[in-house]
């Protein structure tokens, strides 16, 4: 399994940026796979995931910002982030907890990270 995160950078507060997830992740079966982030100093917190093919979950921090999307022919996942602020600014995560068999013990994957810095 590989998480191969890109799209991080610098970026002025109010500003956009794409975050993206190419996985490989053939033969296996994905519980969730999302975005987590570690800002300095900060435990890793959730910022946006699919909880199954069409559920989603957002930080509160994130709402209405953020925007989590997919395209399963690129086997990719998407991380929309518009209104970038200050605070936002962290290490980049992607991961997926996936399964071999429907049933099979579950294991966590993470990308390598990219680093989103808000400032002006």
């Known amino acids: 399994v590989q998480l191969q995160a890109s799209g991080g950078g610098l970026v002025q507060p109010g500003g956009s940026l794409r975050l993206s997830c190419a996985a490989s992740?053939?033969?296996?079966?994905?519980?969730?796979m999302g975005w987590y982030r570690q800002a300095p100093g900060k435990e890793r917190e959730l910022v946006a995931v699919?909880?199954?093919?069409?559920?989603?979950n957002y930080a509160d921090s994130v709402k209405g910002r953020f925007t989590i999307s997919k395209d399963n022919a690129k086997s990719t996942v998407y991380l929309q982030m518009n209104s970038l602020r200050p605070e936002d600014t962290a290490v980049y995560y992607c991961t997926a907890k996936v399964r071999k068999f429907l049933l099979g013990p579950t294991t966590d994957y993470w990308g390598q990270g990219t680093l989103v810095t808000v400032s002006s």
């Open positions: 992740l053939s033969g296996f079966m994905i519980d969730f």
């Open positions: 699919f909880m199954s093919s069409t559920n989603t």
